[in-house]
């Protein structure tokens, strides 16, 4: 059974709120009875670990992967406390942390100081250090795992459990890890062991010192690039010639090769303390780190997850001029099932730099690193049935899911069903990005056969394209 509602309780934990929601379960704020103290409830969907079915032993797996994090006792680990199931899920209580993930910091475009880089760093790495010694290997480090707390220490989240959840579930879920921070190695389908986790920190200090990741592109060019190019030295823009000191480490860090790299987080730690010729601090200085709002405004209905709505005067930060307020809560509303109280910033931010509300998806949709998550953003907008519309805008709603542009300006427009019925097959392929593209295509063309051959451009795969245009081509008006 899937969770569609928010639970009053798991276990033993009563739930007040949700935190985000993804393609494998939601995370919960919950409180502990017992100990009296906020926990946060990551759940994993039941139909993913059911014995016997497509994904096998997993659930034992999960199960394995929460005992060894909670194994981990370390100050910059998110503590793990208690395995469970109840009907709907299987779930993991962990220490509840207020801060923001290194994700928001790059978002904002944050220009860290050299003495909070060295500290982010050094702080991970003894994380890392730690948890290796102890034969536990994250293999999915990356900005959005990486929390600095309200009080400037560094958190690593998901240790362990972003193991289960990215390795032998199924064949929809092939790789450990995300784009731009997989080794190599785990592109190549060899053995992986904590040098994966060096590669990945290696490629969080490289973002940190040059404000942008060191493999960069679509999915399939960044592998391409992990596995056969060098990342551009750090010291080659003028701009960044203060970090030549860093190069040669952060380059070690990112080598090809397993045996390149430092064999172990604590001589990454060393390498960089000794690059950088001071000792480095305990915490991010006070004028970098972000605070965040109290989360426990985060509410629910019957319905599900509701995101704080201020508008105007009402104490929270309104909306930008020109937009409809209806139309941006319900884009927020949507994007906090994946990201959580983060949600408002993200639409606030993305609402200022266009237009309409195509772009304004594809904008947030991009900013998502995982593919399920985009998938479940776009699908919880609902993007063809909730029509929402600029509020400046004067002209009527179209009827139906999509409106032709090109209708009354004498050029041949498209039928409402071919295009409904050309979407439902493109969502077959690409799930709900599928409306995106659609909607572009039919602004572009009102020839039948060219807007079916726009629509395959958005499928990755030449097969998949064959199929797609032979069962859109059938009964074709």
């Given at each position: ?26 995370v ?21 670990l ?100 309200n ?14 959840e ?12 995300t ?83 430092f ?9 960089i ?45 309104p ?6 307020p ?152």
């Amino acid at each position: 059974m899937k969770l569609s509602k928010i639970p009053e309780r798991l276990g033993k934990y009563p739930i007040s709120g949700i935190l985000g929601r993804g393609a494998m379960g939601a995370v919960y704020k919950a409180f502990d009875p017992d100990i009296k103290r906020p926990v946060a409830i990551k759940t994993i969907r039941w139909d993913l670990l059911q014995e016997g079915g497509p994904s096998g032993s997993v659930g034992a797996r999960f199960r394995n992967e929460a005992q060894a994090a909670g194994r981990l006792t370390h100050p910059g680990i998110v503590a793990v406390y208690e395995y469970g199931q109840s009907d709907e899920c299987v779930f993991i209580a962990m220490e509840y942390v207020e801060g923001s993930d290194l994700r928001e910091y790059f978002a904002r475009k944050t220009v860290f100081e050299e003495a909070d880089i060295v500290s982010i760093m050094v702080q991970l790495l003894d994380a890392l250090g730690h948890a290796h010694e102890r034969r536990v290997w994250h293999r999915d480090i990356k900005p959005a795992n990486l929390i600095i707390t309200n009080d400037g220490r560094l958190k690593v989240a998901d240790f362990g459990v972003a193991r289960i959840e990215a390795s032998e579930i199924t064949q929809t879920f092939p790789l450990m890890g995300t784009p731009g921070y997989i080794a190599p190695e785990v592109y190549r389908g060899e053995a992986v062991d904590h040098r994966a986790d060096v590669f990945a920190a290696g490629a969080v200090m490289y973002q940190l010192l040059t404000g942008k990741p060191p493999f960069e592109g679509p999915a399939e060019k960044v592998m391409f690039r992990v596995c056969h190019e060098d990342p551009a030295s750090i010291a080659a823009d003028d701009r960044f010639g203060r970090w030549a000191h860093y190069d040669p480490v952060v380059m070690r860090a990112l080598a090809k090769l397993p045996d390149q790299r430092f064999e172990t987080a604590e001589l990454f730690r060393d390498a960089i303390v000794l690059a950088h010729a001071q000792p480095a601090k305990e915490k991010v200085s006070d004028s970098t780190v972000i605070l965040v709002p109290d989360r426990d405004r985060i509410h629910h209905d019957a319905g599900g997850y509701s995101a704080p709505n201020a508008a105007p005067g009402s104490g929270g930060t309104p909306w930008p001029s020109g937009w409809d307020p209806a139309t941006l809560g319900t884009v927020e509303n949507g994007l906090a099932h994946v990201v959580g109280p983060m949600a408002r910033v993200l639409v606030q931010r993305a609402a200022r730099k266009c237009g309409d509300l195509d772009t304004l998806l594809n904008i947030l949709a991009t900013g998502l690193d995982d593919s399920d998550e985009r998938r479940t953003f776009l699908s919880s907008v609902s993007i063809g049935s909730t029509k929402p519309t600029r509020a400046r805008s004067s002209e009527p709603a179209p009827e139906g899911v999509f409106a032709n542009s090109r209708a009354g300006t004498g050029q041949p427009s498209l039928e409402s069903a071919q295009i409904e019925r050309a979407a439902r097959l493109l969502t077959q392929y690409i799930g709900p990005f599928a409306r995106l593209i659609v909607k572009r295509a039919s602004d572009r063309t009102g020839d039948l056969e060219q807007f079916y051959l726009l629509l395959a451009e958005g499928i990755p795969n030449q097969p998949d394209r064959e199929a797609f245009l032979r069962d859109v081509r059938v009964g074709r008006h």
